[in-house]
């Protein structure tokens, strides 16, 4: 595949070789890095809800399986590192708190945000999704590590557990 080339003198603005033709596999992942690369920079404010379901959504929408992802966060909310870490089949995703756990210490985390997608397209969180979260919450809460949100996204929308108020 084709690397992105960014145009510094155009902010915003990409170059790949004239005559190169992408699929829309290509497109979507080529959105899909420009998107993590953004949060990593910083460009994304954890401040609003509704901005961070729209990255979230860009990153891990057009997944055929589920994904589930963590990002990680300073003090300040600062995004730290945007990271994949499960991956699974058309319905579900092995989580295993032991691996969060040892992916937000090796980053020095002090939040994080997860998110999944739901190749189904509903976003509505199943029992599993609730119970996963819960345990995540209290092993993460063990080292100090604060869960401020669990995102499940699909093409149509997204839910927030935080703004559900189980978080």
């Known amino acids: ?3 992105l080339i960014q145009v510094k003198e155009a902010p ?3 170059r790949l070789k004239r005559g190169v033709t992408l699929t829309e596999a290509e497109i979507l992942t080529m959105a899909r890095e ?3 690369n ?3 920079a910083g460009e994304v404010a954890i401040s609003s809800t509704v901005m961070m379901k729209e990255h979230i959504r860009s990153i891990s929408q057009s997944y055929e399986r589920e994904v589930f992802g963590v990002i990680h ?3 300040q ?3 730290l590192d945007v990271e994949e870490l499960f991956f699974g089949t058309i319905d579900s995703a092995s989580v295993h708190p032991r691996e969060v ?3 937000c210490l090796a980053r020095n985390s002090a939040a994080i945000v997860l998110y999944h997608n739901h190749p189904s397209g509903k976003t509505e969180p199943s029992q599993a999704d609730r119970r996963i979260t819960l345990r ?3 092993a993460l809460g063990l080292v100090d590590v604060r869960l401020l949100d669990h995102f499940v996204v699909s093409a149509t929308g997204a839910t927030s557990f935080a703004e559900r108020g189980w978080i």
């Open 34 to 36: 420009i998107a993590i």
């Open 101 to 103: 756990v040892k992916s």
């Open 136 to 138: 995540l919450n209290e």
């Open 1 to 3: 595949m084709q690397k």
């Open 77 to 79: 909310h600062q995004i």
């Open 38 to 40: 953004k949060m990593k």
């Open 12 to 14: 915003g603005t990409y």
């Open 73 to 75: 966060l300073n003090n």
